[in-house]
């Protein structure tokens, strides 16, 4: 019985806490709050540290390309299973993305366009693909029957209807991911800083680029529904950007980005859940860009450290002169 | 038979809401397929990705200053905020602190979700849906109309032709300076004109047509449009002029093909222009002049004529010699050659056929003709031997 009491008074305690910091403990504590959070988190997490491998790569547009791509994949697997199962509708997404992936690699080694002028055609293409058997089911007398109201999520993302299985299904790509990442923590820094080396040392380069595409493709096609294919791609980059403006060293940039991640993804989901009719997604995409301006301005690379820096330089020299 | 009345010209009376919806969209992808030509060259493709989703926001914030959707100052607004986006991403690339791409990557999704969160919490009862921003509603094109110099014709179609001939009139007046600018960035400064203030028009005139051409045919067919047949037309041609003249080509052969596609299985239009244009740049990849189905047609091609000459030379270097009757004999030449009876038959059957082979039944050998002799010095000077 005491206990309970003390609990209570604990928690009363806590939510007054989060009350003078000006965060509401209703919402924090509600059970949909707590899932989405929880769920967008893992994502952001995860994605930030994958996607810092893209952006060290200078390939962070591919996700965008890839993003959009995945969305046929969805609406082709939904045409096979006849249902909105969020399981089968990733892997249709995780292979159209491959598929995407393939032709894009592809192209770009057997003709002289540039890799932009690939990845707008490809994703237009596909993004188009799925426009068009979008509007196949949607009028088909067998297709039609079945409720299809959810398959327009994966387009803008829709996380406040995420459920305790999509948590599930983010941890079940999450783990092995960040899983594949540990293990080959050694390779993929050579990988990534020095390809020649790495193949000069036996490193298989296609190895390390399937392990690569493999997790960033399973991390897009589990944003999906939480983020949609428009925006997942800035999951995937901004946190490794924003970490970028603070180190150097890949290991804290890896371990920056997941924090920017999952602030970001905390700050957002709450925001969006206090303020009724704001989308998740879009939410933390705005306050990720916000930390990654910020760290632009304020990080010991940044504007700020520069202009500094070039005043501190000028002033110095002026005194050396006339002294 | 329908006399159109002197002062208002319907253009439904003589085209059909199909045909209206074409023109517009065969207009609309040589308006765009013209300034991607530049925008391929100069590897700005990606920025049409940028530019047709941030568009979006825009769109919302010139709506917040006019109240009216349908006010030609929201173009203007929408375009004046798509070079911003443009100048945002130049001024972030410019700082060092992120790569080009990088910043490409950072701006448009967060100006996409600005303008998300402000249509989903300021604007909800405003008809401004972000599906019809991606998908476009080409079938509405007929319906929307305007009367301009006493003829009734579709809103879009109007935009598009006006954007069309702006495009025209830069494109002929710069085009000494944007293929300069094109392919030789630091000449084009040295020579005296500014290719910052030509990129800056390249851009506008872009935004403008992404602005006007994304109401009719959404934001992903604007994609393709710019993109799809300036890249198909780069592959295939070696003169500029020529490329623009391809683009507008292959732009309006994806528009007609893809139009009555989607008409015949009633699906999405510009879904389908989109896959078309995906679906004719994938086989122009293929089949270019370096593309890959090429090369190997032609390795093909070269390895079978390569046979042949060397028949002819077998036959050439051994016909006056002793050994003719071994070498060259009916059953034995394929001991010689290292090929089996049939293959070596067929060979020179086909070289009898041409004409530079014949058989000397007395002596039972394969001979050279008058001409195959011609053909074998010719080799020979071919080969330097």
């Given at each position: 019985?005491?206990?309970?009491?003390?609990?209570?008074?604990?928690?009363?305690?806590?939510?007054?806490?989060?009350?003078?910091?000006?965060?509401?403990?209703?919402?924090?504590?509600?059970?949909?709050?707590?899932?989405?959070?929880?769920?967008?988190?893992?994502?952001?997490?995860?994605?930030?540290?994958?996607?810092?491998?893209?952006?060290?790569?200078?390939?962070?547009?591919?996700?965008?390309?890839?993003?959009?791509?995945?969305?046929?994949?969805?609406?082709?697997?939904?045409?096979?299973?006849?249902?909105?199962?969020?399981?089968?509708?990733?892997?249709?997404?995780?292979?159209?993305?491959?598929?995407?992936?393939?032709?894009?690699?592809?192209?770009?080694?057997?003709?002289?366009?540039?890799?932009?002028?690939?990845?707008?055609?490809?994703?237009?293409?596909?993004?188009?693909?799925?426009?068009?058997?979008?509007?196949?089911?949607?009028?088909?007398?067998?297709?039609?029957?079945?409720?299809?109201?959810?398959?327009?999520?994966?387009?803008?993302?829709?996380?406040?209807?995420?459920?305790?299985?999509?948590?599930?299904?983010?941890?079940?790509?999450?783990?092995?991911?960040?899983?594949?990442?540990?293990?080959?923590?050694?390779?993929?820094?050579?990988?990534?800083?020095?390809?020649?080396?790495?193949?000069?040392?036996?490193?298989?380069?296609?190895?390390?680029?399937?392990?690569?595409?493999?997790?960033?493709?399973?991390?897009?096609?589990?944003?999906?529904?939480?983020?949609?294919?428009?925006?997942?791609?800035?999951?995937?980059?901004?946190?490794?950007?924003?970490?970028?403006?603070?180190?150097?060293?890949?290991?804290?940039?890896?371990?920056?980005?997941?924090?920017?991640?999952?602030?970001?993804?905390?700050?957002?989901?709450?925001?969006?859940?206090?303020?009724?009719?704001?989308?998740?997604?879009?939410?933390?995409?705005?306050?990720?860009?916000?930390?990654?301006?910020?760290?632009?301005?304020?990080?010991?690379?940044?504007?700020?450290?520069?202009?500094?820096?070039?005043?501190?330089?000028?002033?110095?020299l002026s005194k050396s002169i006339f002294d | 038979m329908i006399y159109p009345s002197l002062f208002l010209t319907k253009m439904s009376d003589f085209l059909n809401y199909n045909q209206q919806m074409l023109l517009t969209l065969i207009i609309t992808g040589i308006a765009c397929s013209i300034l991607g030509c530049f925008l391929v060259l100069n590897k700005l493709s990606m920025l049409t990705d940028a530019l047709s989703h941030s568009i979006l926001l825009g769109i919302v914030l010139a709506y917040f200053v006019t109240k009216d959707l349908n006010s030609p100052l929201l173009l203007i607004g929408a375009s004046i905020f798509g070079v911003f986006t443009v100048y945002a991403i130049g001024l972030l690339s410019k700082t060092r602190l992120v790569k080009s791409d990088d910043a490409v990557g950072i701006?448009?999704?967060?100006?996409?979700?600005?303008?998300?969160?402000?249509?989903?919490?300021?604007?909800?009862?405003?008809?401004?849906?972000?599906?019809?921003?991606?998908?476009?509603?080409?079938?509405?094109?007929?319906?929307?109309?305007?009367?301009?110099?006493?003829?009734?014709?579709?809103?879009?179609?109007?935009?598009?032709?006006?954007?069309?001939?702006?495009?025209?009139?830069?494109?002929?007046?710069?085009?000494?300076?944007?293929?300069?600018?094109?392919?030789?960035?630091?000449?084009?400064?040295?020579?005296?004109?500014?290719?910052?203030?030509?990129?800056?028009?390249?851009?506008?005139?872009?935004?403008?047509?992404?602005?006007?051409?994304?109401?009719?045919?959404?934001?992903?067919?604007?994609?393709?449009?710019?993109?799809?047949?300036?890249?198909?037309?780069?592959?295939?041609?070696?003169?500029?002029?020529?490329?623009?003249?391809?683009?507008?080509?292959?732009?309006?052969?994806?528009?007609?093909?893809?139009?009555?596609?989607?008409?015949?299985?009633?699906?999405?239009?510009?879904?389908?222009?989109?896959?078309?244009?995906?679906?004719?740049?994938?086989?122009?990849?293929?089949?270019?002049?370096?593309?890959?189905?090429?090369?190997?047609?032609?390795?093909?091609?070269?390895?079978?004529?390569?046979?042949?000459?060397?028949?002819?030379?077998?036959?050439?270097?051994?016909?006056?010699?002793?050994?003719?009757?071994?070498?060259?004999?009916?059953?034995?030449?394929?001991?010689?050659?290292?090929?089996?009876?049939?293959?070596?038959?067929?060979?020179?059957?086909?070289?009898?056929?041409?004409?530079?082979?014949?058989?000397?039944?007395?002596?039972?050998?394969?001979?050279?003709?008058?001409?195959?002799?011609?053909?074998?010095?010719?080799?020979?000077?071919?080969?330097?031997?």
């Open positions: 019985m005491s206990s309970i009491v003390f609990e209570k008074i604990i928690s009363l305690n806590f939510a007054n806490l989060l009350n003078a910091i000006g965060l509401d403990f209703e919402i924090l504590s509600s059970y949909t709050f707590v899932v989405v959070c929880l769920g967008t988190m893992i994502l952001a997490t995860v994605a930030g540290m994958v996607g810092t491998i893209t952006v060290l790569k200078g390939q962070s547009l591919i996700g965008d390309a890839i993003g959009h791509s995945s969305y046929p994949g969805i609406i082709i697997a939904f045409m096979i299973c006849m249902s909105l199962d969020s399981v089968s509708l990733m892997i249709g997404a995780i292979i159209s993305g491959t598929v995407a992936f393939i032709i894009i690699q592809f192209i770009d080694k057997n003709s002289k366009l540039n890799l932009d002028a690939v990845l707008a055609v490809i994703l237009s293409a596909f993004f188009g693909l799925g426009m068009v058997l979008k509007s196949f089911i949607q009028g088909h007398p067998v297709y039609g029957k079945v409720p299809q109201g959810g398959l327009s999520n994966y387009i803008f993302g829709q996380a406040a209807f995420i459920r305790t299985i999509d948590v599930h299904l983010i941890l079940i790509v999450a783990i092995p991911s960040l899983l594949i990442l540990f293990l080959f923590y050694k390779e993929f820094k050579i990988f990534i800083f020095d390809e020649v080396y790495a193949k000069s040392i036996g490193l298989s380069s296609t190895l390390m680029y399937v392990l690569l595409v493999l997790i960033t493709m399973s991390v897009i096609a589990t944003g999906l529904k939480l983020v949609g294919a428009i925006l997942i791609s800035s999951f995937l980059i901004v946190p490794g950007i924003t970490a970028l403006q603070w180190s150097n060293r890949f290991s804290h940039v890896l371990i920056i980005a997941a924090i920017v991640g999952s602030v970001s993804a905390f700050i957002g989901t709450y925001i969006s859940s206090v303020y009724a009719g704001m989308s998740t997604g879009p939410c933390i995409i705005v306050v990720m860009s916000g930390l990654a301006f910020i760290s632009m301005f304020i990080s010991p690379k940044g504007l700020l450290a520069n202009w500094l820096r070039r005043r501190k330089y000028l002033n110095d | 701006i448009f999704p967060l100006f996409f979700s600005l303008a998300v969160i402000l249509i989903s919490t300021f604007a909800r009862n405003v008809h401004l849906d972000t599906d019809i921003v991606l998908m476009g509603q080409v079938i509405m094109i007929p319906l929307n109309t305007m009367t301009v110099f006493g003829v009734e014709l579709p809103k879009a179609l109007f935009y598009m032709l006006i954007i069309l001939l702006i495009n025209l009139i830069f494109v002929s007046v710069f085009l000494k300076e944007l293929k300069v600018s094109s392919f030789d960035p630091e000449f084009a400064t040295l020579a005296g004109f500014s290719s910052g203030f030509l990129f800056y028009a390249l851009m506008t005139l872009t935004s403008f047509t992404a602005v006007a051409a994304f109401d009719a045919v959404g934001a992903i067919l604007v994609i393709a449009l710019f993109v799809g047949p300036a890249a198909s037309a780069y592959m295939l041609t070696k003169s500029l002029k020529k490329m623009l003249l391809v683009s507008t080509v292959f732009s309006t052969v994806n528009s007609i093909s893809g139009f009555y596609l989607a008409i015949a299985f009633n699906v999405s239009i510009s879904g389908m222009i989109a896959v078309i244009t995906g679906l004719t740049t994938f086989m122009t990849v293929l089949l270019n002049r370096q593309g890959i189905i090429t090369a190997i047609y032609l390795r093909h091609k070269n390895r079978k004529e390569f046979r042949l000459d060397l028949l002819i030379m077998h036959l050439g270097n051994h016909e006056d010699q002793q050994d003719a009757e071994l070498e060259l004999g009916f059953t034995t030449i394929k001991d010689h050659l290292y090929w089996d009876q049939e293959t070596v038959e067929r060979r020179l059957n086909r070289l009898i056929d041409q004409g530079f082979v014949q058989r000397n039944h007395e002596r039972k050998i394969y001979c050279l003709t008058e001409k195959g002799r011609l053909r074998y010095d010719m080799i020979k000077v071919d080969y330097g031997m």
